[in-house]
């Protein structure tokens, strides 16, 4: 019953920028972190970015630092990402995840999303 819609992907241009979008039906993300995985072909899928949901602290995978920004809208029950800057090598498959712990090495996910393709051309 609990449903994590991502939309914003798309193909763009390096340097250019998008915002993801996840609107979660369901349930409420008040008391919930909330977090951005993406995974490339071939490749194992990572944390990007997550967000607290008392404090609202956040925090970013080296590769995005400065140039991605989580953020939350409670009363919309949505969660962001802002990419700036973007490059090539963030070309992946970005999911939205609800109720995220542990430690960004080994996080643990309660929900996802289906994902949304990014595509950044060089």
């Known amino acids: 019953q609990v449903q994590l819609v991502e939309s914003g992907g798309g193909l763009v241009q390096a340097g250019d920028s998008l915002r993801l979008s996840c609107a979660v039906a369901g349930r409420t993300i008040r008391r919930s972190a909330m977090g951005w995985f993406r995974q490339a072909p071939g490749k194992e899928r990572e944390i990007v970015a997550s967000i607290g949901w008392s404090t609202f602290a956040t925090y970013y995978a080296d590769s995005v630092k400065g140039r991605f920004t989580i953020s939350r809208d409670n009363a919309k029950n949505t969660v962001y990402l802002q990419m700036n800057s973007l490059k090539p090598e963030d070309t992946a498959v970005y999911y939205c995840?609800?109720?995220?712990?542990?430690?960004?090495?080994?996080?643990?996910?309660?929900?996802w999303g289906q994902g949304t393709q990014v595509t950044v051309s060089s």
């Open positions: 995840a609800a109720d995220v712990s542990g430690p960004a090495s080994r996080p643990e996910v309660g929900s």
